[in-house]
Structures are given as C-alpha cells and as structure tokens.
Nanobody, 124 residues
C-alpha cells in the first residue's frame, strides 16, 4: 500500500509562485508514474500534469503548460509541482497520485493511489 502526503499549499497573490511536494511511502517509488490533479469548488477533478517513472518525460494540461513544472527525486521518494505565474483560476485542492500500470498516466483511471490533497488559493 502506497501512502502519499502533499504539502506546500497556501495562499498566494496572482502572479506568485508555490511549490508543492508529495512524499511517498510504502512502495517502490521509482516504479510509479506520478500525476498531479486539482479540484476547484463545484467542479470535477481535472488533470494537471504527469511525470514518468524515470522522470524523463512529462505531460501537462494546456491550462498550465509553460507555467507549471513537475519533477521528481526518486532518491527522496518525492514528486514536486512548481507553479509559477499563478492565476485565481488555479485555486483548487491539489492532489498527487501514483500509478503502477502505465509509464505515464494521463487520466485519473491510470492512478491507483491518491494523497489527501493540499489547498492552493490564489488571490486577485
């Protein structure tokens, strides 16, 4: 059983930056593709981005491309989401997820384990 714990959320002004972290335990981190999702109030959970098992490949939703960067440190069992040029519409609870069936997961169904989420609020 893999446990995921996100941290780094908070309140930031529009145009600012935040870096989210997601620490994993209970499994072989390097064998898991990792993804970030978010859910705003009243909206469905949406894909933000993903990183492959090795970290060599990443994929982003169009809404965050060029502003967000995903990276991972397999030695520390941690995946990161660097968020720059934040906008009020980025306000949401952000979740990290781990998947073991695909080398790069692009949808929620590709992931087996989820963190509890961390709140990101961007003020205008």
């Amino acid at each position: 059983q893999v446990q995921l714990v996100e941290s780094g959320g908070g309140l930031v002004q529009a145009g600012g930056s935040l870096r989210l972290s997601c620490g994993a335990s209970g499994g072989t981190f390097s064998r898991a593709a990792m993804g970030w999702f978010r859910q705003a109030p009243g909206k469905e959970r949406e894909f933000v981005g993903a990183i492959s098992r090795s970290g060599g490949s990443t994929y982003y939703a169009d809404s965050v491309k060029g502003r967000f960067t995903i990276s991972r440190d397999n030695a520390k069992n941690t995946v990161y989401l660097q968020m720059n040029s934040l906008k009020p519409e980025d306000t949401a609870v952000y979740y990290c997820a781990a998947g073991t069936t695909k080398w790069l997961g692009l949808g929620a169904n590709d992931y087996d384990y989820w963190g509890q989420g961390t709140q990101v609020t961007v003020s205008s």
